[in-house]
Nanobody, 119 residues
């Protein structure tokens, strides 16, 4: 029973900040890279950010680069997403995902948390 549980979503105004957390539990494997994805109404799920198992490498979608920061705490099996200068276009359900160590596919997904940014 592997679970990824996101928290921290909410309703904010444009320009505000939010921090999301995703805690993994029930792990029977070593975690590899973790990432964040989002899906807005009527749109396909899109990549937001990812971080390597060591935290030494990160990547971001161009749309969030410079505004969002991904980090992780392996002792807590938790990945974070700090979102600054939020825009209405950031409104979406944000989900975290995890890979097994040395695997290339995100095999585990959380249920998602809603982020709504009003203009």
């Amino acid at each position: 029973q592997v679970q990824l549980v996101e928290s921290g979503g909410g309703l904010v105004q444009a320009g505000d900040s939010l921090s999301l957390s995703c805690a993994a539990s029930g792990l029977a494997f070593r975690l590899g890279a973790m990432g964040w994805f989002r899906q807005a109404p009527g749109k396909e799920r899109e990549f937001v950010a990812a971080i390597s198992w060591s935290g030494g490498s990160t990547s971001y979608a161009d749309s969030v680069k410079g505004r969002f920061t991904i980090s992780r705490d392996n002792a807590k099996n938790t990945v974070y997403l700090r979102m600054n200068s939020l825009k209405p276009e950031d409104t979406a359900v944000y989900s975290c995902a995890a890979r097994r160590f040395a695997r290339s596919e995100f095999d585990y997904w959380g249920q998602g948390t809603q982020v709504t940014v009003s203009s």
